[in-house]
């Protein structure tokens, strides 16, 4: 019973979250410089060409009406039309979608493949001046390095020197997997690297941490596997604090990819938005960041909950 008012619980944060953050960006928009009806119609305007367009998307309308009757058309599922090509917002998203889910998974599998072992590693052979030495150099320039600016460095290295791999003309993964891969390496790369320092960093401290607990000496002095001692209690008490790194570099993640994308000219979400925000478009960059702000709350709150089955002390300490 715990559990599920728990769930309830974060289920309703996790709207209010959405609901605030769908506000905010919404009045964020309407207080930019400008307007998208400059953009359609020009530097040669008339007060009559402005009405009509600001009456087709009802921006005549007091602020909130037009946030509610937005508001109201998401809950129907209805993300309206672009304001600038006039083409339904939902399909244009679902058609970008598929470049940012393998961007975003490719660098998340990148992160976790190389940063977990790399920080078990460096937990457990700690006492090795050189490995903790490599462990903290790594940790400290993959998380100090922008994506800007490796993403930058790797497109000149690569367009200069041509190594094999392609810099931007990205081509979707079912019409030629081959050049699809070739094309998201180096932007898959430049996200990752924060999240290899990330994680690689707080699982070697993690690690150190659980190291030093009674029941490891124990497991010592009993005799047991050193191998099993790693995979059935090191492992799994020290995966708590590496869940919430991983979710908080998903976080970052998205924002990092409308970088990525721009630099590389990779056309998925983030590339739309920010395409849609120089344009002054209203609906499309409302949904983008409601979309981001949903998968990173929706992220948020299965970590909460993966952590209250996997500790109950978790559920028992937020319900009192």
Do not use: K
């Not at 991983?246 to 993640?253: H, Q």
């Not at 960041?289 to 089955?309: E, K, P």
């Amino acid at each position: 019973m715990r559990l599920l008012l728990h769930i309830a619980a974060r289920m309703g944060m996790a709207l209010l979250t959405m609901l605030s953050v769908s506000l905010i960006v919404f009045v964020a928009m309407r207080m930019l410089p400008g307007g998208f009806e400059m953009i359609i119609l020009g530097p040669i305007q008339t007060e009559e060409a402005r009405a009509v367009i600001t009456e087709q998307f009802g921006l005549d309308r007091s602020l909130p009406e037009q946030f509610l009757s937005w508001l109201g058309a998401i809950l129907h599922g209805d993300f309206g039309i672009s304001m600038i090509t006039r083409i339904p917002i939902a399909d244009e998203i679902l058609r970008r979608l598929g470049a940012t889910v393998q961007l975003t998974a490719m660098a998340v599998i990148t992160a976790l493949c190389v940063g977990l072992p790399l920080g078990v590693a460096a937990g457990l052979a700690d006492s090795s001046t050189s490995v903790r030495t490599c462990g903290r150099l790594v940790g400290a320039l993959g998380a100090s390095t922008p994506d800007f600016v490796l993403g930058v460095a790797l497109v000149y290295i690569f367009s200069v020197w041509s190594l094999g791999l392609t810099v931007g003309g990205y081509v979707p993964f079912f019409e030629d997997p081959l050049a699809n891969l070739r094309a998201m390496i180096l932007p898959a790369s430049t996200l990752s690297v924060f999240g290899i320092a990330l994680i690689l960093r707080t699982t070697r401290e993690s690690v150190l941490t659980v190291m030093t607990e009674g029941y490891i000496t124990g497991a010592v002095a009993r005799g047991d596997d050193p191998a099993s001692i790693v995979r059935r209690h090191v492992l799994r008490n020290a995966s708590l604090p590496v869940m919430t790194v991983a979710t908080i570099y998903l976080s970052l993640l998205l924002g990092g990819a409308v970088i990525v994308e721009i630099l590389f000219t990779v056309p998925g979400v983030g590339l739309y938005t920010w395409n849609a925000l120089l344009n002054r478009d209203y609906g499309v960059t409302q949904s983008a960041v409601l979309l981001f702000s949903g998968v990173i709350v929706t992220c948020n709150m299965l970590v909460d909950i993966a952590y209250a089955l996997v500790d109950p002390r978790i559920r028992g300490r937020r319900q009192q």
